[in-house]
């Protein structure tokens, strides 16, 4: 919040969680109505100390690790590409593997 606040030029809030962010619209309507006493929380300060220098130091880079994964498998060919349509299969043979929950109501509602 603080650090946006910083670079953004309108009004800027954070809320935690939903019932937070019902509070903080609250405040902010009775605000923009002008309810006398209506006030905007203060802005939440920050916890951590803002660092003068990054994380990583980005100016030499390490050099590429290989790993020790394979890459000479052969990648095997599937016996067909695409769709294809077989025929000859009684509905018994299959009907026990539909799920009937997800047919009538995912599918037809």
Request: aromatic share 8%.
């Amino acid at each position: 919040e603080q650090d946006l606040h910083e670079i953004y030029q309108g009004e800027v809030r954070y809320a935690r969680d939903a019932f937070e962010g019902l509070r903080l619209m609250d405040a902010l309507i009775a605000v923009k109505r002008g309810v006398p006493g209506a006030t905007l929380p203060p802005l939440k300060q920050r916890r951590v100390p803002q660092r003068d220098t990054p994380l990583l130091d980005l100016t030499e880079p390490e050099p590429p690790v290989r790993s020790d994964v394979a890459i000479d498998n052969p990648v095997p060919t599937p016996p067909f590409f695409g769709t294809r349509v077989v025929k000859g299969i009684q509905l018994k043979e299959y009907a026990s593997w539909l799920d009937e929950g997800a047919l009538f109501k995912g599918q037809w509602g």
